[in-house]
């Protein structure tokens, strides 16, 4: 078994602008048939401003990390790099190479670090999570870190343009938000804490549910297809099974004893994901009280999703020091994932970290 | 345990009939898998390196199209029993040198028994290009990795460094212009001795740390750039030219099918004796030089 992955630090950036629910429906050449808001639950989310892209995203957050961290970048094993946008300039400049993670070497001492992309669509994150728990349990490094820079409210404005019918294949880039997040990884003797448990596989007969590409119109920028309907009904339905399986006999079929994060794409799709998990477990593990709910204000921040809502909840003071999270994870691919975490005094040292750049703030105002 | 090729299949579009990304992983991966020891079921890993894939969709995975196309455990409807893992690993030609160790530490860790690494990096038309030609052959490349139990053979030790001071010597990327989406590659016109500079640090580097010399390696497996830049390499390195494994192609650098290529032509040229090593020297945009240890 080895020793547990905990995560040492966190960061999340998230861009000042915002974009509400109705002024994107309103936008919309053809608009939805149903009452957008009303059906995902998403009333805003934050959007990148105009000179801010994917690998500003990816920086912000990465620099909020290491302010929390005890490591500087030279300390770092492994970087892995999971935002599926690489919309890093003007005229939907998307970039091949170099890889993010090499370009963030730029900006970080990363030379002696292992560094790649690992793009997983909104599983990228926690997919990197599992490689690095291997790296570590390999014995191949000490500590790894995971960055992802999501500028992904572009494909809205593409949709706005593009979407043709009030039940449209675009409609799901509607619900996106912008942000970045990262996290840094390490092994720790103390088998009370960090991951106990962590699964994730592919379902790959479903791959063309949702695909992300590049606009073939004159006006550019980047599209998104989703067959919602069905994506819905498969991840929801494995998921149920997953998770139950993992925590049946546990204590994690308690919804007391712990958080329940998923993917964050819509109240309904959470809501109806934890009757499901609930229903083929057989007792509460998801109850109304213990699911992070977060895409109300932030929308469907993709890879980066689980990692706002840990970190927003650590601020608002929701998730405490050495409480359980029991992680559920979802995206195209289809990718599904179960993980069962208990935390090491990180919220403690975020909401420190929270005080002092309040503080900071202030001064500058003064 | 050592983490050792189990197999290979090559597929060089030499007539270009092949125009997509997945069928040229396809006409790699079959044959690949076919002669392996292992069955589709014990795959529980499917990573995909390319880059320049049809599309250039960013989501889902790459893999996962390639998982399904070889239904690779792909018709799950439970978490039970033999399961797949696809995932994409992106950094440029540093990708499937960045796969075999992924592979090796998923395998050491015992989340998988085996992982099969793919890449088919292909311009595939359906944007215009601009700058610099994409300068590497469209070739299907795929390794099978698994576990040795007598833990003798395989890959020993990787090391992988980033020379961001250099990095603007090589770029790619897709922009709107006008009326539609054009890709377009940049390449310093010195780029093969930029490489070629941070090789020689980066490799003596290495060398240093594992306390080994060149003299330790029967042979050495570099990126294949061009022939030339093998020559030049050896030079950079003092090493005679015989002791470089030179697959190169007329037309292109081989890019992430580098690894590949060279080790099928080493297993099928004359098999080398247990116990002989290899020095893996791979650069990739970044500038990144990787290097890796394999014995046979």
Known sequence: MGLNTVIESLGVYTPEGRLSTKELVEGCKVKPVFDLEELTGIKTRPVVADNEYALDLAREAATRCFEISKYQPKDIDLVICTNISRYNGPNWKASFEPSTAASLARDFDFSNAIIFDEPNACAGMFTALYIVDAYLKAGFIKRGMVISGEALTCLALTAQKEMSAPFDPQMACLTVGDAGAAFILEQTDNPDIGFHDMDAFTVAQHCDYCIGTYSKEPHGGFVMYTDSIKIHQVAIGMTAEHVGRMVKGTKWENSENHHYIMHQTGTRAIKTTRKSINDW??????????????????????????????????????????????????SSGINLGVALYTLDDLPARVMNWSRMEQREAIKEAV | MGITIDSIGLFENKNKSVKTSLELCRRAAEPCIKQSGYSKEDIGLVVSVSVYRDDYFCEPSFSSFVQNDLKINHDKTDSLGPKTLSLDVLNGAMGFLNACQLCSAMITAGKVKTGLVVSSDLVN??????????????????????????????????????????????????????????????????????????????????????????????????????????????????????????????????????LPAAMDHIFKRKPPEPGQKALIINVASGIQVGCAVYEF
């Open chain 1, 281 to 330: 477990v057989g007792t509460e593990v998801c109850s109304e009280k213990n699911s992070i709910v977060n895409v109300i204000e932030r929308g469907n921040g993709a890879s980066t999703a689980h990692f706002v809502a840990l970190w927003d909840h650590i601020r608002n003071g929701a998730i405490k020091s050495k409480e359980n999270i029991l992680f559920a994870v979802q």
């Open chain 2, 125 to 258: 038309g359906s944007v215009s290009e601009k700058g610099d030609p994409p300068g590497f052959l469209p070739t299907g490349a795929a390794m099978l990795l698994a576990g040795e139990k007598n833990g003798g053979s395989g890959f020993k030790t990787f090391n992988f460094k980033t020379f961001s001071e250099m990095q603007d010597a090589c770029e790619s990327y897709m922009f709107h212009d006008k009326d539609h989406m054009t890709l377009i590659f940049k390449r310093d016109p010195a780029v093969e001795d930029i490489y070629l500079r941070a090789i020689s640090v980066g490799v003596f580097e290495f060398l240093k740390r594992e306390a080994i010399g060149l003299d330790d390696f029967d042979m050495i497996i570099p990126s294949q750039v061009s022939s030339g830049f093998i020559t030049k390499m050896a030079g950079v390195l003092g090493v005679k030219r015989e002791k470089m494994i030179d697959v190169t192609r007329e037309g292109g650098n081989l890019f992430n099918a580098s």
